[in-house]
């Protein structure tokens, strides 16, 4: 072989050599890039996954949360409603039993041979009706609901005695100042709780 050949093989020998090397360092390239581009996305991934885990925690959060705070509020809202209606009964119980009281009293203010027995009869039933209802509205472990029933045993015993109608106004009047109490402090529990 000639020289100028042989040249020629060796400079043809060399561009193919350097091609491949180029091709070679082109593949490793693009599996160094590839490879980057994969970690890239799995650290995208990665981080996009701990993202929406913390934001379903805080979403589960805020909704256990409100849920929380709905059933609060429906609770002293059923309360606060409940209360206001013990309050209404009891309320409306005691001024029944005062009126049935006085409708006893009155009737005992007639001449005896004027009195309507059966009448008289059906009156002191509805107070005993009355304030056995108030009993069972009244709370036995506090102090002033049993000296409310305390008031009204003895307002009730003081109907069947006309002669002792000034003790009567006098035990009625103490029954109403500690009713009014009683029923005070109890709105107040009622608008703490609105």
């Not at 400079?11 to 160094?32: D, E, G, I, N, P």
């Not at 009730?156 to 106004?169: G, N, T, V, Y």
Request: charged content about 25%; glycine content about 0%; overall charge neutral.
């Amino acid at each position: 072989m000639d020289l100028p050949a042989f040249i020629s093989a060796v400079v043809a020998v060399s561009a193919f050599l350097a091609v491949a090397a180029t091709v070679k360092t082109a593949r490793q390239q693009r599996a160094a890039d590839h490879n980057i581009a994969s970690r890239q996305i799995d650290s995208s991934f990665k981080l996009l996954r701990e993202q929406l885990d913390s934001q379903n925690t805080i979403a589960l959060t805020q909704i256990s949360s409100a849920r929380d705070q709905a059933l609060e509020e429906i609770k002293a809202e059923v309360l606060a409603k409940n209360r206001q209606e013990w309050i209404n009964d009891l309320r409306n119980t005691l001024a029944l039993f005062i009126v049935s009281t006085h409708k006893c009293r009155n009737h005992l203010t007639v001449a005896p041979h004027e009195r309507d027995q059966r009448m008289i009869e059906a009156n002191v039933d509805d107070a005993w009706l009355h304030l056995t209802r108030l009993r069972l509205l009244i709370n036995p472990n506090e102090d002033d609901h049993v000296e409310l029933i305390v008031t009204a045993n003895l307002m009730f015993d003081l109907i069947q005695s006309a002669e002792r109608k000034p003790l009567h106004m006098e035990v009625e009047r103490k029954l109403l100042i500690k009713a009014q109490e009683i029923l005070k402090r109890e709105w107040e529990r009622v608008k703490s709780l609105a």
